[in-house]
């Protein structure tokens, strides 16, 4: 794929860590910042991941850690998708080239990764909330070194990272914050007068003269204080912008350019010598900045596959069947067409939930929220009062942000908000953060909650119709990352009978009772059974609620073995299941139940088939789960 040998990187070559950094000439960091830009090129070329983010912070990154005395200094980075070039600098250049990878370094920050990852991140916004925290442990503790968020301009528009801001603001805490705007949404910086503005209004004079003023105006008392010192910053703000920022207590810098050393370096050195309270500085920067690929389609080299560094094209596998997120796309758009009820939200993931085909054909009905998923979910109810049916399509992990509001805006009022829910089981090469384990568990236990599980890709589109035609509560349909089994599909959708299974082979001696996307792992283990003398029947439930008990029951008691199959953590459908057949008296007939579910632990990143065979998921851990439940004894005598 790749035809050019590795970059030469002779400054690099020098650093290993950010204290060699240091000895780097000030004047030599844009060749160094020039070399790192072509490392992680050259690295995420052969591994796949997230490119253009960390493309923009390149400079960002290097001054930071001239600056700062990092580990010491704390340094957050928000999501961490960003982070390549800071792990190239903090000691994991070796390993680079093993991003995302089994037993390889994750694609975001990771406390146990490395000293210089302060804070775990993969989730957006969290930056300024754990960024405060350390701050405030520091000066508990007499501390005095800095403690240093960077967060992007998408992530500044989820609450909790004002809700972080007010805090800090009220504390008066010593936090600096680094507003890494990449989209132009904030504000463009205004070349040599802004950075000028900038290194004025952190350095020792203003600071002086601002320091003096308070003072002074506290000496006329709290009243005059603060209406003297809000006139003076609203001044300030109406030449150098930041009024806001100022308004919730920071002292707001900027904007910078963020890709201009000489700009960048001497304003964090003000900061860090002479600032104190909280800070915030607007630094402007360009995804995929270096890269002319990557420049012109920021939003295609966000994340990335494998690709080739000359052309940029990227290595994806032909596909014999759609991805699951295509399906729901398309079907959504399908039923739209023929009601006019039908609304879409995302919240800041138009491309990854699909929902970006469904924009295109109905712009006045699809909306965008931002990573926003509390207002995302309760916006949707809004809608579903009045008598619209939202289809708010959020990932397993990212929905668990609003479970409150699933709770106590939706499932309560029993409002008929529809929840496609991508990206559950397994996720590969993105891990523990992006795996969507727990959603079955956390919506299957909310009364009056229908929680569906597509098992193929037209199993899929029959379920999106079936939540079109559903309007007597909250209904949910989960599936997964990646591409469905090859099915033939339906035309068009056709709603499911609420809380009822199918049976797809008929046994006598096990059955497989599936949930969702092991359905056909279920198939092939029931071959491999049935090679073996146990007659097997094979099951997909479906729903995970409504449970189907006329189904289970009826397996329990014809089966002498009852295997329970799903991609979600322990708690969700296999609970159900027990509960049921406990509560029924069904136990005491002699059926031996196994509930197979993830692995109670938080699983890192490596390729999906290697996950489901450690999880015991596959058709192999699925007949070793029978042999295992009929016992030794009769493995032996089949051998």
Known sequence: MNTISPPQTPLLDRVRLP?????????????????????????????????????????????????FDTPRDRLIWDVGHQAYPHKILTGRRERIRTLRQEDGLS???????????????????????????????????????????????????????????NNAGAL??????????????????SGAMSAYLARLASGRTYQGFRDFGKKLTSYLGKAADKAITRAVEHARGYVTGGTLFEELGFFHIGPIDGHNLEHLVPVLRNVRDHGDGPVLIHVVTQKGKGYPPAEA???????????????????????????????????????????????AITAAMPSGTGLDHFGKEFPARTFDVGIAEQHAVTFAGGLATEGYKPFAAIYSTFLQRAYDQVVHDIAIQRLPVRFPIDRAGYVGADGATHCGAFDVTYLATLPGFV??????????????????????????????????????????????????????????KIALLSLGTRLQDCLAAAEELDAAGLSTTVADARFAKPL?????ARLAREHEVLITVEEAAI????????????????????????????????????????????????SAGIVTTVFSALGATERAARA
């Open 107 to 165: 694609g975001f920050t990771k406390r146990d990764e490395s000293e210089y990852d302060p804070f775990g991140a993969a989730h957006s916004s969290t930056s300024i909330s754990a960024g405060l925290g350390m701050a405030v442990a520091r000066d508990l503790a007499g501390g005095k070194n800095n403690v240093i968020a960077v967060i992007g301009d998408g992530a500044m528009s989820a609450g909790m990272a004002y809700e972080a801001l």
């Open 548 to 552: 189907d008990r006329d189904l289970v």
């Open 297 to 343: 389609a920021s939003d295609k080299y966000h994340g990335v596959s494998k690709f080739d560094v000359i052309t940029g094209a990227q290595a994806k596998p032909a596909a014999n069947a759609p991805s699951y997120t295509k399906v729901f796309a398309e079907s959504l758009v399908q039923e739209a067409r023929e009601d006019d009820r039908i609304v």
């Open 451 to 508: 929680v569906m599980a597509a098992a193929d890709e037209a199993e899929l589109r029959h379920m999106v119709k079936t939540a079109v035609d559903y309007g007597e509560g909250p209904i949910a349909f989960r599936y997964p990352r990646g591409n469905g089994v090859g099915v033939e599909m339906p035309e068009r959708g056709v709603a499911l009978p609420i809380g009822k299974g199918r049976v797809l082979r008929e046994g006598t």
């Open 571 to 618: 708690g969700g459908f296999g609970s159900h299941v027990l509960h049921f057949l406990a509560h029924e008296g069904l136990l005491e007939s002699g059926v031996k139940v196994r509930p197979l579910v993830l692995p109670d632990e938080f699983t890192d990143q490596a390729k999906p088939e290697r996950m489901y065979e450690r999880a015991g998921l596959d």
């Open 19 to 67: 204290s060699d950094l240091k000895a780097v000439p000030e004047d030599q960091l844009p060749q160094l910042a020039d070399e790192l830009r072509s490392e992680l090129i050259d690295a995420v070329s052969k591994t796949g991941g997230h490119l253009g983010a960390g493309l923009g912070v390149v400079e960002l990154t290097v001054a930071i850690h001239y600056v």
């Open 172 to 189: 008066d805490a010593r936090l600096i914050v680094i507003l890494n705007d990449n989209d132009m949404s904030i504000a463009p910086p």
